[in-house]
Nanobody, 118 residues
Framework: QVQLVESGGGLVQPGGSLRLSCLAS????????MGWYRQAPGKQREEVAT???????DYSSAVKGRFTISRDSAKNTLYLQMNSLKPEDTAVYYC????????????WGQGTQVTVSS
């Protein structure tokens, strides 16, 4: 089993910044990739940014150039630095870990709310 705990969400004004953190624990040795996803009210969950175990990054077009994903392996922590935030970034942000077990298994955190509003 894998446990993921997000933190760092909150209320920020447009143009501001936030950094989300995701602490991973448990059986994370088979981690294939980690990432951040978000879900706004009335919308489907969407990918924000991902990073593979080999260090390959991917960003959605909506956040490229504004958000940065990073991982501290020693601390088992995933980060998402969010700059130049826009009201449309408002959503619940979820941490994801894809584990290469007998099949690819997705683990999710409980989510952290990010609200961008003046």
């Amino acid at each position: 089993q894998v446990q993921l705990v997000e933190s760092g969400g909150g209320l920020v004004q447009p143009g501001g910044s936030l950094r989300l953190s995701c602490l991973a624990s448990g059986n994370i040795g088979r981690m294939y990739a980690m990432g951040w996803y978000r879900q706004a009210p009335g919308k489907q969950r969407e990918e924000v940014a991902t990073i593979t175990k080999g260090g390959t990054y991917d960003y959605s077009s909506a956040v490229k150039g504004r958000f940065t994903i990073s991982r501290d392996s020693a601390k088992n922590t995933l980060y998402l630095q969010m700059n130049s935030l826009k009201p449309e970034d408002t959503a619940v942000y979820y941490c994801n870990l894809a584990s290469a077990e007998h099949t690819l298994v997705d683990y999710w955190g409980q989510g952290t709310q990010v609200t961008v509003s003046s």
